[in-house]
């Protein structure tokens, strides 16, 4: 069974900054898009950041350009998710998903077959 498993959320204050990993139990994911999303109370999950197979191809939410960068390491089948001058409109669960019939970054959340549980992030003003 394919699990993602998130960690890194937390609490901050607006401007500060957090990382967030995700760990895949499964290399299966080294040539795949992999992705975050995020659910704020009361909103939808909306798409936040993926990036493609290798890496090297990424797409973001405007709201988080510039702020926000997703990287990947192949070699520890891991992603994460730098987030800097973090805003309290950021205030959400963050989960890390993957797909298993895309190579190239995806922001349809219907791309993706597996998700994390979540991680909180709570960003105070």
């Known amino acids: 069974q394919v699990q993602l498993v998130e960690s890194g959320g937390g609490l901050v204050q607006a401007g500060g900054s957090l990382r967030l990993s995700c760990a895949a139990s499964v290399r299966t994911f080294v040539g795949n898009a992999m992705g975050w999303f995020r659910q704020a109370p009361g909103k939808e999950r909306e798409f936040v950041a993926a990036v493609d197979w290798s890496g090297s191809g990424t797409a973001y939410v405007d709201s988080v350009k510039g702020r926000f960068t997703i990287s990947r390491d192949n070699a520890k089948n891991t992603v994460s998710l730098q987030m800097n001058s973090l805003k309290p409109e950021d205030t959400a669960v963050y989960y890390c998903?993957?797909?298993?019939?895309?190579?190239?970054?995806?922001?349809?959340?219907?791309?993706?077959?597996?998700w994390g549980q979540g991680t909180q992030v709570t960003v105070s003003s």
């Open positions: 998903a993957a797909c298993s019939r895309y190579r190239i970054q995806q922001t349809n959340e219907h791309a993706y077959d597996y």
